[in-house]
């Protein structure tokens, strides 16, 4: 079998196949129904081919679009035909290539038809109205030229197979139940399908016909997004802006989509569509009975609009009557910070004030006003300062709280389970050490029954981890008094904690963050259990024979999942590929083992055309030789990837030989990159870019990716292959 090594780079050229190409392409197809047949009971409407001028308009100025337009009315347009419609979203299917972005905008008359998939819930199938829409013939429940949602969705899909990533808004409506506008300047784009001779009820399951594909899922290459303009009980309206012309017929939802598109500063596509919904609620339109409320959804909704550049990666709430639209269902708890801010589309420094969260129930909360200082911790709130700003309308996550205290469980007598007296020589040690360590280190350390790192003691020694046994067998960090003070360990596990749980709090919470643009490979070796010996090598070389035949007849696998057992000689490697263009990113590995020692490695990714293989591939061992003998490293352990954009004309963010906590620290001079490494570390997780940057890098530029296993003893990697262990 050829060695690992030699392996991963094979796996890694592999990768080459998958890059994104340097220079996508955007295409828009934008359709405008204006004209149809009156003599079947279809009225005109008057505002889809001012629609597609508006944004054909808008996105010539966002960017380098090849638009099409099928619009009646609309000059160098073609007519909006049932063929012309479906033929020119089978054209675009045919033509964009991985990485390319298509915006598609439908504006038109909508309605239902009977559902002939069956796979609607209400029995019926939503329908686009093309200007060929004929009526009904009796009997057949089926209008036609109508453009099913499925026709749509199956287009959408082979877009997507194809690595495009695709936009899709519909300005139109599929039911009457909504209440009728009062305004003769405004009218609704939807057909009472009665008019068009089919009745309100599905067909019999005889007539059924498989369902067509629909837009696809999270598995397919390219993304999608997909914003609708009503929900199915309510209509689409189009408004008359200008009382005094005649020519000045929108779509509400168009017209204040590009109004939004028009705007100055970056967005997400989540942000985008809070707002639009807000200008809808806040707008006054003439006689409405109600406004419409639009939806959205896809797997887009938190990346940047058109793919633009630096946004605030931050999720936010509507707020209202000193409550936020959020609770414990969104992930939220009492004192996380919020920033509030007049507009959902409002820049990262239009903050008007900043409240904590308390009284979370389910799905709100109520905001109390405090100091732009305020840090989120779980002890205790930040002071209040006065009454929230009535121009609040937005609050967005600055930070969860974080325990600042490391929290050790007391010890337990590992062979039995019963929590150690607390004269027992080594729970009484390790209470002196709690008290010299945070004496001496400024250190925050508590021996609490509900701490998240246990301590145990067997056999004259204690162990510490966030697991302390796998079968028959002790793991984690090991101290026995013969091996000198107790209090440096404790720091080594306040000081490895801390990092855990900075990084794990923003790799935990994905909707502050964009989704990373360097995705990270893993290739894992797992060496041949029956190759392992039974009992542990004596030394380095006997380690390294013992691997050597191991892994020669292992197996490759890819991947790594969560909480994997892993076995002495496994072997894993890492990589990293940029997946959007863009400037350079800098990749931070960051291990922290069974024995609670980080450590960091780093490399630079440039581009997109080439993978890098991010430091050594990690070998495992449960009996480690050290200068004292062997020693078992069996346990848990975590692994963090930080990427961040590179800053031009600064160094790289680099955080090799600055967190670790074995051994001295590698700079022995301070310089910009390490200050602005120790500023990320110090602020993730407690600060996002609404509230300044960690040394110019905004929360918008950062991403965490956590992994973690379990290193297994080797008794217990040996029973798991039904070895023999013995007694």
Known sequence: MASFSALAVMVLAVWLGWSVPVHASAYALLVGVSDYDESIGLSDLRGPANDVRLLRDVLNERGDFTIRVLADGVEGAEIPTRDAILNAMDGLAETVIDGDFVYIHFSGHGTQQADRGGDETDGMDEVFLPSDTARAAPGTAVIPNAIVDEEIGQRIAAMRARGADVWFVLDSCHSGSGLRAGSPRVASRFVDPAVLGVAQTALPETAATPAVEGPGGEDLPGGYLAFYAAQSSELAREIQIDEASDDSWYGLFTSRLAARLQSEGALTYRQLFQAVLSDLNEGVIPGAARLQTPLAEGTLLD???????????????????????????????????????????????????????????????????????????????????????????????????????????????????????????????????????????????????????????????????????????????????????????????????????????????????????????????????????????????????????????????????????????????????????????????????????????????????????????????????????????????????????????????????????????????????????????????????????????????????????????????????????GQ
């Open 303 to 725: 990346a940047p609009v058109f793919g633009g550049g630096d946004v605030v990666g931050v999720r936010q709430f509507p707020v209202a009557g000193g409550r936020i639209s959020a609770g414990k269902l969104q992930g939220l708890i009492d004192n996380t910070v919020v920033s509030l801010v007049t507009d959902a589309a409002a820049p990262a420094d239009a903050v008007l004030a900043y409240a904590q969260l308390e009284r979370t129930s389910a799905l709100d909360a109520r905001l109390v006003m405090v100091g732009a200082d305020c840090l989120a911790t779980v002890d205790a709130p930040c002071a209040r300062i006065g009454a929230l700003p009535e121009a609040a309308r937005f609050a967005r996550i600055v930070s969860r709280p974080l325990d600042t205290v490391l929290r050790i469980a007391p010890p337990s007598d590992l062979s039995t389970g019963r929590i150690l007296a607390p004269d027992h020589p080594l729970a009484a040690a390790l209470a002196e050490a709690v008290v010299r360590a945070n004496a001496t280190y400024g250190t925050r350390i508590e021996l609490d029954g509900a701490g998240m790192i246990l301590s145990g003691a067997l056999d004259g020694a204690l162990w510490f981890g966030e697991r302390l046994t796998i079968g028959q067998s002790p793991i984690g960090l090991r101290w026995a008094p013969e091996e000198g003070p107790l209090d440096p360990y404790l720091l080594r596990i306040a000081k490895a904690e801390e990092l855990a749980r900075t990084l794990t709090t923003v790799a935990g919470a994905p909707s502050l963050l964009f989704p990373s643009p360097v995705e990270i490979q893993v290739e894992r070796l797992s060496a041949d259990p029956g190759q392992l010996t039974v009992a542990t090598p004596v030394d380095l070389n006997g380690v390294l024979e013992e691997c050597a035949l191991a892994r020669q007849y292992g197996v490759a696998t890819g991947g790594l999942p969560e909480g994997q057992g892993l076995k002495q000689c496994d072997e894993v490697a890492f990589g990293a590929r940029g997946v959007v263009q863009g400037p350079a990113r800098d990749v931070n590995r960051v291990y922290i083992d069974s024995q609670f020692c980080a450590s960091a490695v780093h490399k630079r990714v440039e581009g997109v055309a080439l993978p890098a293989i991010i430091g050594d591939s990690m070998n495992f061992c449960a009996d480690c030789p050290t200068e004292s003998g062997m020693q078992s490293k069996a346990g848990v352990e975590r692994l963090f990837f930080i990427v961040t954009e590179a800053n031009a004309n600064s160094e790289p963010l680099n955080l090799q030989g600055l967190i670790d906590t074995c051994g001295e620290a590698a700079a022995s001079t301070r310089s910009a990159g390490v200050a602005q490494a120790e500023g990320l570390l110090q602020a993730l997780g407690s600060q996002d870019a609404t509230r300044g940057s960690f040394g110019a890098i905004g929360i918008a530029r950062i991403w965490v990716e956590k992994f973690s296993w379990y290193v297994l003893p080797r008794r217990e990697a040996l029973a798991q292959a039904g070895r023999d262990v």
